[in-house]
């Protein structure tokens, strides 16, 4: 089981990386759409940081597992905000791709638990 821990951890890491990355260019789509929700241009560099804490995280944990624990959850909380947002804002047609990388997070949450 350890090693769908590794799989999920990493593809979720890269995800939240990428999408981090997204939120530095504030002419990307992604930020774009952030910021019609009314969240403001100066927590894009934040919301970033809180992805790529997790990433980092999420690799981390897979050596000491107490870290992997507190990195996915964190991502758990951050991607459920992420649909409360745009379910908020009614634009819940673009709260799908929160969808994928929440499901992930609670399975590397499941997974590291199990594992630790």
Partial sequence: ???ATVIVSLLLAAIALASASLKFRPDSAPARTIM???VPPSWLPRLAAAEIAGAVGLIVGL???PIGIAAAAGLVVYFVGAIVAHVRADDAANSKNAV???VLSIAA???RIATA
Avoid: Q
């Fill in 1 to 3: 089981m350890f090693i």
């Fill in 36 to 38: 019609s929700l009314g």
């Fill in 63 to 65: 050596a000491w597992a």
């Fill in 100 to 102: 994928l990388p929440l």
């Fill in 109 to 111: 949450l499941v997974l």
